[in-house]
């Protein structure tokens, strides 16, 4: 009979990816009582959902579920969490694997406390990957404010040539410029892989004229605008001129059911739009909303989500295919053209933004060879001790999400009591 101790010379279990769905395979797997490593190749855990405004269905901020998580991984011992780590290789047999794990420098140790003196002194700037690149950060940057961990990071390609303010400025002297990337091994029973999903890149949809017109914008994007820690606080602006935008446009499928491009469905841009539908009526009452669609796809108990929402904002819906999408080079309002199904003809919209509803694409870079994909790219399974769980698996949310990587969990679980069984 197997009894979690963490005493015991057990072998963890290895989980890639520290979004939702690794987060959640990491506690239920510690809180059975088994060693974990997560590791993770951003500086901060949470993936995704940490950079969205609000959550879809309860309309709650990230940081109430996340952190939850957080404090449960906080308390718990039995997780090493490594994060700007990597998997490099992956070898062995079931219930018995070497895990080789790079490590890039952070080039900021624990000693740091957060206080910004760095930054304060840093004379360099990056885009900011985390708000979409429409803001900029010092190259000694804190990801964002409830960051885990909350520590800053430097991004060594931004900085200016032999400057060393940071070191000087801290007096906690936790800046250390000649940090070197590490290697790390582990003695695994099993492995997650929670990788998560990245979105399709709008640039390829050449008809929507995403990067050619500045108030095209994608749904990703609309959450950072929306996010009151965000590059505008928190107001929905058109990227051009900074003002409020009166009429909006959302694009579902943008480039998604379509032979050329993602022929699958992503199953939460329907839902993700009338969220952001939502935050468009709260800032701005009078704004006109348009959403074009193919068909509206809200699974189980969202479909009240999507009642609510079309109720109380007012939207209009038009069945219809987006054909083409122009600029108005005085205005910089945008020209729809598109199919109105259900009414036989082609209209054409205007708006003042637009919003693509772009979809989910499998992050699987990085990943050791060996697992199966199937005809989209998602992760489909593998043999041994894999468990794939969360986005990397198929397009889903977060309560799917959970669901998922608590199933992962159970069954890496499994693979540590085979692995103590046969000794
Ligand atoms: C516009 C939009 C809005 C959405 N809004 C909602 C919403 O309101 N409510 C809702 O329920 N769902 C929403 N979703 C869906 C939600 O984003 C996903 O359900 C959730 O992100 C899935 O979590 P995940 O952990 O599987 O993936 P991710 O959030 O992508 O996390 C994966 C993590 O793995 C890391 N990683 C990737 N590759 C590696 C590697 N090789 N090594 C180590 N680490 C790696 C990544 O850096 C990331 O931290 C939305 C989706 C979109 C597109």
Redesign the pocket.
């Known amino acids: 009979m197997y009894e979690p101790a963490t005493t015991r010379a057990d072998k963890p279990i290895l989980v ?7 987060m959640t395979a990491a506690l239920e797997a510690a809180e059975a009582g088994c060693r974990v490593v997560l ?4 500086p901060y855990l ?4 940490a950079s ?1 405004h ?3 269905p309860k309309l709650c901020p990230p940081v109430c579920g996340l952190e939850i998580n957080l404090q449960r991984i906080k308390r718990n011992p039995r997780i090493q969490i490594l994060t700007l ?3 490099e290789r992956l070898e062995g047999l079931p219930g018995n694997y070497q895990a080789t794990v790079k490590v890039s420098p952070r080039y900021v140790t624990e000693a740091c406390t957060a206080c910004n003196a760095c930054a304060e002194v840093c004379p360099s700037k990056r885009a900011d990957d985390f708000n979409a690149g429409f803001s900029k950060t010092k190259a000694v940057y804190l990801p964002f404010k409830w960051a885990f961990p909350l520590r800053y990071v430097i991004d060594r390609a931004a900085c200016a040539n032999g400057c060393r303010a940071c070191v000087e400025a801290c007096k906690y002297e936790a800046v250390n410029l000649g940090q070197q990337p590490e290697r790390k091994t582990f003695s695994v029973a099993a492995a997650v892989v ?4 990245e ?1 399709y890149d709008a640039s390829r949809i050449d008809n929507l004229g995403f990067g050619k017109y500045p108030n095209i914008v994608t ?2 994007t609309l ?1 950072r605008l929306a996010a009151p820690d965000g590059p505008t606080q928190g107001k929905i602006v058109r990227p051009s001129d900074g003002q409020p935008p009166k009429q909006i446009v959302f694009v579902q499928c943008a480039g998604s059911r379509d032979e050329n491009h993602l022929p699958y469905c ?1 199953s ?2 329907c ?2 739009s009338f ?1 952001q539908a939502s935050y468009l009526r709260a800032q701005n009452p009078k704004a006109e909303i348009t959403i074009f669609y193919i068909d509206i796809r809200m699974p189980g108990r969202l479909e009240e989500f999507y009642s609510k929402v079309v109720k109380e904002a007012g939207i209009r819906l038009i069945k219809g295919k987006v054909g083409r999408i122009e600029g108005e080079p005085c205005t910089d309002d945008l020209l729809i053209t598109a199919e109105e199904i259900l009414a036989g003809k082609k209209i054409i919209a205007r708006a003042g933004l637009v919003v693509l509803a772009t979809g ?1 694409v499998p ?1 699987t ?3 050791p060879p060996g697992f199966a994909v199937d005809e989209f790219g998602f992760i489909s399974g593998s043999e041994g001790d894999f468990y794939i769980a ?3 698996k198929r397009p ?4 799917a ?1 959970v669901r998922d990587g608590t199933g992962a969990a159970l069954g890496a679980l499994q693979s540590v009591v085979r692995s103590v069984q046969s000794g």
């Open positions: 890639i990816g520290g979004g939702i769905t690794g590791i993770e190749k951003s949470g993936g995704r959902t969205f609000l959550y879809f780590a990597e998997l929670a990788t998560g999903w979105p749904n990703v959450e992503s939460v841009c839902a993700a969220k989910i992050q870079r990085g990943l969360g986005c990397v889903q949310d977060v309560a999400s």
